[in-house]
């Protein structure tokens, strides 16, 4: 039996379409939603983890480990004893920190202070990083191991 040569092309015509609907699928799928440009510049970053270390939250706030990123590329913080400062550049995922420099007042507690010293040590490490949801950023060596990670707070 032979068809006619209609029935022939009309699969064919079907193929790029269904192929672009497939595409766009699963393009969708893999996408985390986060955009590499979304800025960081502005909340204030709390430290939630350090390598596999959480740290144990202390009676003020304000002095538990954080930074924050601000447009003039400049970065602010505590350790949680003492303050920091210095810039950062940021290009894509790209983040370097830089000039960072700290008051030198002692820490109440050796374990706060080893905390303080191995945070600022991982600042400094910094070579990129990852948000991996709504308000959660990690920190990269230039491996791409995770050296802390951050959720964002409320703007300081």
């Known amino acids: 039996m032979r068809l006619p040569a209609r029935h022939f092309f009309r699969a064919p015509r079907l193929a790029p379409v269904a192929a672009t609907l497939l595409m766009a699928v699963a393009l969708g799928a893999c996408s985390s939603g986060i955009d590499l440009d979304e800025p960081i510049e502005g909340p204030m970053w709390r430290l939630v983890q350090l390598g596999e270390q959480r740290p144990v939250p202390g009676p003020d706030a304000a002095r538990e480990p954080h930074v924050q990123f601000d447009l003039q590329g400049r970065v602010s913080g505590s350790g949680g004893c003492n303050r920091l400062s210095g810039g950062f550049t940021r290009n894509g995922a790209q ?52 050296l802390a990670r951050l959720e964002a707070g409320q703007r300081r």
């Open 95 to 146: 983040l370097r920190l830089s000039q960072l420099g700290a008051t030198r007042m002692a820490c109440a507690d050796a374990a706060r202070s080893a905390l303080e010293t191995a945070f600022f040590q991982a600042l400094q490490t910094t070579a990129s990083y990852r948000l991996s949801g709504p308000g959660q950023m990690a920190l990269l060596d230039a491996n791409g191991r995770t």
